[in-house]
């Protein structure tokens, strides 16, 4: 976006996603738009569709990230294979209603049988792998700090 706007922008080390945004808007923005960032579409944003993290890449489709005020979307539709419901709960959950009932109470990580621990989304033997997760995708990770 700084580089179709002819802009040199270079944010500080370590920002919060909120100090970054305002600065990006206060040197790229008017009145609350990044115009070049219409129809932008680049290797980092934008990625072909994958049924699963393994299968080939839909030379037909892609997959564009989008940000709004700060928050990244993710998907909304159910997580169960071939499911596009949408989710029972779009703050953190990943089945739909149907999927939820009969899986919503099991360990998340793909075929495991076991119940999950409260308030985890993991069963015992997945709680390293979970508390990773959580590590890996909390704001202090994310915003470098």
């Not at 945004?21 to 738009?33: D, H, P, Q, R, V």
């Not at 099991?106 to 075929?111: E, I, N, P, S, T």
């Not at 049988?113 to 704001?139: D, F, G, R, V």
Request: glycine share 6%.
């Amino acid at each position: 976006v700084a580089t179709a706007s002819d802009v040199n922008f270079i944010g500080l080390d370590r920002l919060s996603i909120t100090a970054l945004t305002e600065e990006a808007f206060a040197k790229l923005g008017e009145n609350g738009n990044i115009c070049p960032s219409h129809g932008h579409s680049c290797s980092e944003c934008t990625q072909p569709y994958r049924e699963t993290q393994d299968s080939p890449p839909h030379e037909s489709a892609t997959v564009k990230m989008v940000v709004i005020d700060g928050i990244v979307m993710g998907p909304q539709h159910c997580a169960y294979d071939n499911c596009s419901n949408t989710l029972v709960n779009h703050r953190g959950g990943v089945f739909c209603n149907v999927h939820n009932q009969e899986f919503g109470a099991r360990c998340h990580v793909r075929d495991c049988p076991n119940q999950k621990i409260n308030n985890t989304q993991a069963c015992n033997e997945h709680q390293e792998m979970w508390h990773k997760y959580n590590l890996e995708h909390s704001s202090d990770y994310l915003n470098g700090a």
